[in-house]
């Protein structure tokens, strides 16, 4: 029989602070401009390459909404002599992972491959963005699944909410729309546009290639080298992509505002409540990392023990800060029973106002929610792949080299005060609140929150 002398009754103490070496970046440029990060990874024998694109849905054209993202997908579909099943086998044959992804401000290519097979993969990156065929065949059969994608997203109330507090945070702005796009965008767009689109964004000067893995500096930089240095784009005949965003890009102000997306006999409501916060280049971004630990970033977050743990309106609720190069938003999301819907927003706007107010954050709660950040943090560091993305935070927003080494004694650094003052920064005068639900049951009690009479919008 075993007897162990472990004291139940109590919880165990945490352990001590994980340590996590900060990767060793190199910093180089090729001739034709394209600028290449090299990290040291020997670990594990592979290799993450990532080409980041400074310049995503927000460069979309105002009548094309969308265009960004189809002209990324269509890049695989077949480059220079190279089918889209030529493409898949030569990814499987080199045992690699292609993955695109487009977001406001950047468009993102990752390749994971094996370090031995790194100059092959890489070559074959290179001819994707170099070369895309971008057929007729192709483009028509991506914009009819977009298009249809777009259709069943319609029937998902959680991407409707998203979709309509997007539009209503950022009138006739570029992060007015989701990198999908709208359907109306889609129809009208051809493939002479979406051509022109990868002739004017995707270009050596606008690109950075972050490899990491298990290769030396000098190798990864002429892997580089070898598949890109050839790389001359022709001249685009005085056509331009958009211009990046930056922090003096701030949207005209909304709200307070109540939208009703109606969906009648809705046994639950999906919302989101909003606004326009701060750019990723704000001073006060450790301050607003905690703050939003606190009221909605965890489980024990005030947001979901009040609507969930308490009130018992929802299985979850949470917040975040979604920093950008101009203000991103800070939403709160949460899924009610239909009866619930006016309390629970009811409830987190008030939330919101305590922490800023009556209620400030408690010593427990701001140690709490420092010692999360800051455990969690080495996990943007743990393969490849992660540090890739993580430089590419850098690269994106223009961050100090030692952004990684001040991350743990900024947010160590962050006070109760400093809690105070970002949740002071989100003002309910300036709150938009986006509902899908049943109109006839939720807005009267919605018109009684004293942030004017709701309205009913159509689904985006």
């Known amino acids: 029989m075993l007897v162990t002398s472990v004291d139940r009754s109590r919880l165990p103490l945490p352990g001590p602070?994980?340590?996590?070496r900060i990767p060793v970046v190199r910093r180089f440029a090729l001739a034709n401009g394209l600028r290449v990060w090299t990290v040291e990874q020997r670990e594990v024998p592979v290799v993450s390459f990532l080409l980041l694109l400074t310049s995503g849905a927000s460069a979309d054209p105002v009548e094309h909404p969308g265009l960004a993202a189809l002209t990324a997908d269509l890049m695989d579909e077949g480059s220079g002599d190279r089918s889209a099943i030529d493409i898949?086998?030569?990814l499987a044959r080199l045992g690699a992972q292609l993955e695109t992804e487009?977001?406001?401000?950047a468009t993102v290519l990752s390749l994971l491959t094996l370090g031995r097979f790194r100059d092959d993969a890489l070559a074959l990156l290179a001819d994707i963005v170099a070369r895309p065929r971008l057929s007729e065949t192709d483009f028509t059969r991506l914009r009819d699944l977009r298009l249809t994608r777009l259709l069943q997203l319609r029937d998902l109330p959680p991407a409707v909410a998203d979709r309509t507090l997007t539009k209503l945070l950022y009138p006739e702005h570029p992060y007015g729309h989701l990198p999908m796009g709208t359907a109306e965008g889609l129809r009208e767009v051809t493939l002479d546009e979406v051509r022109a689109h990868h002739a004017c964004a995707w270009r050596p000067s606008r690109l950075t290639l972050i490899a990491v893995?298990?290769?030396?500096?000098?190798?990864?930089?002429?892997?580089?080298?070898?598949a890109f240095g050839a790389w001359s784009p022709a001249a685009t005949n005085g056509r331009s992509s958009a211009p990046s965003l930056g922090p003096e890009d701030r949207p005209a102000a909304v709200g307070p505002l109540v939208a009703i997306v109606d969906r009648p006999g809705a046994a639950q409501s999906e919302v989101r409540i909003g606004q326009v916060a701060l750019p990723r280049q704000t001073p006060d971004y450790h301050a607003l990392l905690v703050l939003n630990a606190i009221l909605g970033g965890q489980f024990v977050s005030r947001l979901n023990m009040n609507l969930r743990e308490d009130k018992g309106y929802t299985y979850g609720a949470r917040s975040g800060f979604e920093f950008r190069r101009a203000p991103g938003p800070f939403v709160v999301q949460v899924a009610v029973q239909?009866?619930?819907?006016?309390?629970?927003?009811?409830e987190a706007l008030g939330e919101i106002e305590a922490i800023g107010g009556e209620r400030p954050a408690t010593s427990e709660e701001l140690e709490l929610a420092r010692s999360a950040l800051t455990r969690g943090y080495?996990?943007?560091?743990e393969t490849a792949g992660q540090v890739a993305r993580s430089l590419a935070q850098l690269a994106l927003y223009g961050l100090p080299h030692d952004t990684f080494e001040q991350f743990v004694p900024a947010v160590a650094?962050?006070?109760?005060?400093?809690?105070?003052?970002?949740?002071?920064?989100?003002?309910r005068g300036r709150m938009v609140v986006a509902i899908v639900g049943d109109r006839e049951r939720v807005a009267e009690g919605l018109a009684g929150?004293?942030?004017g009479e709701p309205k009913v919008v159509a689904a985006e």
């Open 378 to 381: 080495p996990r943007n560091f």
């Open 449 to 451: 929150l004293g942030l």
């Open 102 to 105: 487009v977001g406001s401000d």
């Open 338 to 346: 239909t009866s619930a819907t006016a309390d629970a927003v009811r």
């Open 17 to 20: 602070d994980p340590s996590f």
């Open 88 to 90: 898949e086998d030569a």
């Open 213 to 226: 893995g298990d290769a030396t500096h000098k190798e990864l930089l002429a892997s580089a080298e070898r």
């Open 413 to 427: 650094g962050v006070g109760i005060e400093d809690v105070t003052a970002g949740a002071r920064r989100l003002d």
